[in-house]
């Protein structure tokens, strides 16, 4: 009994500690880096390409089978929607028409995980394309 | 045994209490995104959210939405832009709200449905466009009819959430398992068991307030996410009067959007900047002297209109005009005697002319010189006469100086003026006035390089430095200032606040005067705008900049939102 209550309570008090981890701003791809709910996503706009890269709270790499996200761009003052499937590892892709020059996008993203909610996270891109 | 069961009991206890007690350790070294905001009780479902462009208040009206959407940087409403949100996979364009800026509304089903909803809100204005997202959560509680959903103990976490009288009960319900627990430790182990389940349950209510925040802002750490210290186990709920501005317990303001549009509260973000060292003076306007006039008489006599009539005050004259004659006073006695002057030279004039005549009939056998003797006393025999016949007629005229306008005017029609000293008009030029200041302290006195003045209706003057006496009067030095471009409606004699600037920068945050307001213990503080509905004090160490502007040298950081206009409501917020 008293190694199960003690275990017990190990695990409670250990519960707060999740919200230590957490990352730097600019992810591995060069890209920013926001969090979605429970997730890090990393977004990285490549000519038209549309990636986003989804990590856990410590940075981890999270396998994204079975997921799904759509993306709400604006650019040009235009919004449109891109649906991402995902493209192996912790990436989601989709395609993207964005034109060709523009001050500054910004994208709304949704990211449904198996099984969860879907959780949103606002990218504010300096200059995409390069 | 007994001891073991204790140990138990105390165990649950203290893990169910960790997350009261642990919030503050969790936030340590952890910064999000986006800035954390502390729990504001509202009485309708509200979603805030902001980017670098737009800040926007989305508020649950009836069956559909309220939105106001302003300016981040500036904080004015948001006119003619197009608004778009979408939520649960439906998108509805929301129409501004006429008679009103910056308010869009829109019909949405899904706020009667409880529970988190995330929005993502596109932004059309004329200049700029954004994409804004947020979690809009609405309570179980806030429809009653058809929801149900959550029962059983999340019902009375956030009851308890809600009520300090339950809060004590919890309290209490806590004492009583502890007193049970020891009491009946002796007797059996499963009443031991109901005494930690008792503490356990006390513990669980007391933290309710803590469990109760979970999805208030997106964070890996639920409760955690609180700033302000402890606010997680004392929510900064405020029950009672709903959306009106109040002060928070932390102090802060908590301002709805609509008391914000009312008190049209307007922002600025705070920009580093160097700006010139000042020192305060007071000083006054008075009248140049090459541009004020005094109109005296130069003999006694008696006042005559001019042409125009006398000049009133605040009538503009040219100069040269003709103020005013005044007709010589001569006495009885003085008169007399004149004119006994004027009969003699008369006779004298009369016997010279003959003897001149005379003589020249007789050139070439008289000496010449007797002939030029003669003629002089003739010709200075007609300038005596000359002289004195004008005198008893003769008037003087006051003319205007200078041009400028009458500012005193010491005489009426018909009166008698007496000796030199005294007054008659005063006119001065209201382009060309001066300030005099005087500095106690002769280092600022040589120090200063320019100046700005207000008056007490706040009007400012910019000031040219003229120079500095070298005479002290009452122990302090004079320094004359000339008035770039006067603006009308000064007076001479007016007094005004000096802020002249001298050598040496400071560095700091520039912001309006009326910016600074003091608060209750007399400090000056400005109102930053943490977030849309939310301002924070912020005691500040000032310097004046020049009439209108101060300088912050400490208290706030660059990039704050500080309100510019309506700081002094805000102030009076209770």
Do not use: C
């Amino acid at each position: 009994m008293k190694f199960s209550t003690l275990l017990v309570a190990v695990t409670l008090f250990a519960a707060p500690a999740t919200a230590f981890a957490h990352g730097p701003s600019v992810g591995p791809h060069g890209g920013p880096v926001t969090d979605a709910g429970t997730y890090h996503t990393e977004l990285v706009l490549q000519g038209n390409d549309v990636v986003l890269y989804v990590t856990d709270g410590s940075d981890k790499p999270v396998d994204v089978a079975g997921a799904k996200a759509e993306a709400t761009i604006l650019a040009n003052k235009q919004t449109q929607k891109v649906a991402l499937e995902p493209a192996g590892a912790n990436a989601l892709k989709g395609k993207a028409n964005l034109g060709e020059s523009h001050d500054s996008v910004k994208v709304v993203t949704a990211l449904t995980m198996p099984g969860q909610k879907p959780v949103q996270a606002r990218f504010e891109m300096g200059h995409a394309g390069h | 045994m007994i001891h073991r069961r204790l140990l138990a009991a105390a165990s649950i206890a203290a893990s169910l209490a960790a997350p009261v007690a642990l919030p503050t350790l969790a936030h340590e070294g952890h910064e999000h995104g986006d800035a954390p905001k502390p729990v504001v009780a509202t009485a309708t479902p509200t979603m805030e959210t902001s980017s670098s462009d737009f800040e926007l208040v989305a508020v649950v009206h009836g069956k559909g939405l309220l939105v106001y959407l302003d300016r981040f940087v500036t904080n004015e409403p948001v006119t003619g832009a197009t608004v778009e949100v979408t939520a649960d996979g439906e998108a509805v364009t929301a129409s501004p709200v006429s008679g009103e800026e910056g308010v869009y509304s829109l019909d949405a089903a899904w706020v009667s449905k409880p529970g988190p909803h995330e929005l993502t809100v596109s932004v059309t204005a004329a200049d700029a466009a954004d994409l804004l997202i947020g979690t809009l959560e609405i309570p179980a509680t806030a429809q009653p009819a058809g929801s149900g959903g959550r029962g059983g103990v999340s019902a009375m976490l956030g009851q308890v959430r809600h009520d300090p009288g339950l809060m004590s009960g919890a309290v209490m319900v806590f004492l009583l398992g502890v007193l049970t627990t020891v009491a009946l430790t002796q007797r059996g182990r499963a009443r031991t068991v109901a005494g930690a389940a008792l503490i356990g349950f006390g513990l669980l209510l007391a933290s309710g307030a803590a469990f109760a925040h979970g999805g208030e802002d997106h964070s890996h750490g639920d409760e955690a996410k609180d700033k302000t210290p402890g606010a997680a186990a004392t929510p900064m709920a405020v029950t009672g009067a709903a959306e009106s501005p109040r002060r928070l317990p932390d102090g802060s303001l908590y301002v709805p959007k609509t008391s914000q549009r009312l008190l049209s509260v307007r922002t600025t973000v705070a920009k580093t900047q160097q700006a010139a060292q000042t020192v305060q003076l007071i000083g006054q306007i008075i009248a140049d002297p090459n541009g004020g006039g005094h109109v005296q008489a130069t003999q006694s006599g008696r006042i005559e209109p001019g042409e125009k009539g006398l000049p009133y005050v605040g009538q503009r004259v040219e100069a040269g005009q003709v103020l005013a004659t005044i007709t010589p006073a001569v006495n009885v006695v003085d008169r007399s005697g004149i004119q006994q002057q004027i009969a003699t030279v008369e006779q004298e004039l009369v016997i010279a002319e003959s003897r001149v005549q005379r003589l020249r009939k007789l050139e070439g056998s008289v000496p010449q010189r007797d002939i030029e003797e003669a003629e002089a006393n003739l010709n200075g025999l007609r300038k005596r006469r000359a002289a004195l016949s004008p005198t008893l007629t003769t008037k003087e005229a006051l003319r205007a100086p200078i041009a400028g306008v009458v500012t005193a005017n010491n005489v009426k029609a018909g009166q008698v003026i007496e000796g030199r000293d005294q007054v008659l008009f005063e006119i001065v030029d209201p382009s060309r006035l001066m300030v005099e200041a005087v500095a106690f302290d002769p280092r600022v006195a040589n120090a200063i390089k320019a100046a700005t003045a207000t008056t007490a209706d706040g009007t400012g003057l910019s000031l040219e430095l003229l120079g500095s006496s070298l005479a002290l009067r009452q122990q302090a030095i004079p320094l004359l200032f000339r008035i770039a471009n006067p603006p009308a409606g000064l007076g001479v004699g007016q007094p005004v606040r000096l802020v002249a600037q001298v050598q040496g920068t400071a560095s700091g945050i520039v912001l309006p005067r009326h910016s600074v307001v003091r608060s209750a213990g007399g400090q000056p503080i400005v109102w930053q705008h943490e977030s849309p509905q939310r301002f924070v004090a912020r005691p500040v160490r000032t310097q004046p900049v020049d009439g209108g502007t101060v300088l912050v040298l400490a208290g706030i950081e660059p990039e704050a939102r500080i309100v510019t206009d309506g700081a002094g409501l805000l102030n009076q917020v209770r």
